[in-house]
């Protein structure tokens, strides 16, 4: 169970954390990234990061649906709604235009003034194309196609905090959006308020008022997220807070290796590997970001509970579009039992998210098949074996394949996203 009240304050540090396969590669050339006009900030924070590289390793990536559809099976909620008309705000590194997005809405930029289209990380727009990315020939889709994304830019390089986060909300609030997806986290220990907590729980206390639904990520672990953490602002009450899950050889579910679990935790989604829009340009895809340079050069598949948290603001979507009366409440409680269960005491929440057998849960009789049956267990194993896991990179100049397993590529400024 959350419990949002925390006796002692301590400095919060919000931070992001995505967790990686490193492989080396011999050359890389990053694109330039598009920075379109946007409005102004409520408040900018300080923006130091250099822009991370990105690729595609393989065109073979692009064969084969992701691991989050293979495990949801969302095309088969597209029978019923696609979003349409429903705005996500992305709370986030900004989200840069593509043509696999739609339409991306700005609601502006807290790092620098810019606009909510500048994604020098990557990370935003990644986001909002497991919310929102438009089918194509390939492999890649999002939730739900037809929702719009709201970019807000609240962070790049983990600069920002929990009182701008705030006022990213309110923002949010203030521009329409139905759902709120946050995948930033800020840690703390159990027992111990983190500064400016208030200031956040303020704010989703008004989107909840508001209608807009607000979903958020359970953390990495990392430096600033050690396991038992709680969460900001995903411990909160009126918060879906998302975990990551994994499966094992026999095709079981368990806590994704990097991902935080918890009481507090309500549902989990896969967190990767992801394949989304290319920041840097407008029509391509990636799925590894590259850091170094040289023969020191590594290319990190991407996965995270931040990505884990996107499918279920693109679930909520879906509802929102199918009933547009439903409240906050009401949809975290579809979503929340709607989810396929899995083990218990794994601090996973309810299970794993079934967004089909969300937009079906309308009767009694619906939750108690559902109960009888959780036949639609996700990821069967020949879909999510070890080896497919684990598989060796094979994109064009790699130089050295090196699997490394999972590390954390953890930004522990202020400002992560897990």
């Known amino acids: 169970m959350k419990n949002p009240l925390f006796m002692n304050a301590i400095k919060p540090r919000l931070t992001a954390t995505t967790a990686l396969s490193t492989v080396l590669i ?9 920075a379109p006009s946007g409005i102004a900030p409520i408040a900018a924070a300080q923006n130091s990061q250099d822009c991370v590289a990105t690729m595609l390793s393989s065109e073979s990536a692009l064969r084969e649906p992701t691991v989050i559809e293979k495990t949801l099976r969302f095309r088969q909620a597209w029978q019923l709604t696609t979003g349409a008309g429903i705005t ?21 930029d807290f790092v620098d003034g810019d606009s909510g289209f500048v994604d020098c990380d990557g990370h935003g727009t990644l986001v909002a194309g497991i919310i929102a990315g438009r089918p194509g020939a390939d492999g890649f889709a999002g939730l739900a196609p037809d929702a719009h ?34 995948s930033l986290t800020s840690c703390a220990p159990a ?39 709680v969460a900001w602002p995903a411990v909160l009450p009126e918060v879906i807070a998302v975990s990551a899950v994994q499966f094992d050889d026999a095709g079981q579910a368990q806590p994704a290796e990097y991902a935080i679990t918890g009481q507090w935790v309500n549902v989990s989604a896969p967190g990767g590997p992801v394949l989304g829009p290319d920041p840097r340009t407008p029509t391509g895809l990636i799925d590894r970001h590259v850091f170094g340079s040289g023969d020191n050069t590594r290319a990190q598949q991407i996965a995270g509970t931040s990505f884990a948290t996107p499918a279920v603001s693109g679930t909520a979507a879906l509802l929102l579009a199918r009933n547009p009366e439903l409240s906050p409440a009401q949809v975290r409680d579809i979503i929340l039992n709607s989810a396929s269960p899995i083990s218990s005491g794994l601090g996973l929440g309810r299970g794993i998210i079934a967004p089909y057998d969300a937009l079906i849960w309308t009767t009694a009789d619906t939750a108690a098949q559902h109960a009888a049956n959780p036949a639609a267990a996700p990821a069967p194993p020949d879909l999510l074996s070890s080896q497919e896991r684990n598989a060796p990179l094979r994109a064009t100049g790699l130089l050295l394949i090196c699997v490394l397993g999972l590390g954390a590529w953890l930004l522990s400024r202020p400002g992560q996203r897990p």
């Open 26 to 34: 011999s050359t890389l050339t990053a694109a330039t990234a598009v």
């Open 149 to 182: 994304v709201l970019s807000i830019r609240q962070t790049a390089d983990g600069e920002g905090n929990l009182e701008s986060l705030a006022q990213a909300i309110d923002r949010a609030v203030a521009e329409g959006a139905r759902v709120i997806n946050i």
């Open 88 to 108: 996500v705000a992305v709370i986030d590194t900004g989200v840069s235009p593509n043509e696999r997005l739609g339409e991306v809405l700005d609601g502006g």
């Open 191 to 229: 027992g111990v308020m983190p500064q400016g907590a208030t200031d956040v729980a303020e704010s989703v206390a008004r989107a909840e008022v508001s209608g807009a639904v607000v979903v958020a990520a359970a953390g990495n672990k990392g430096d600033s997220c050690q396991a038992g953490s």
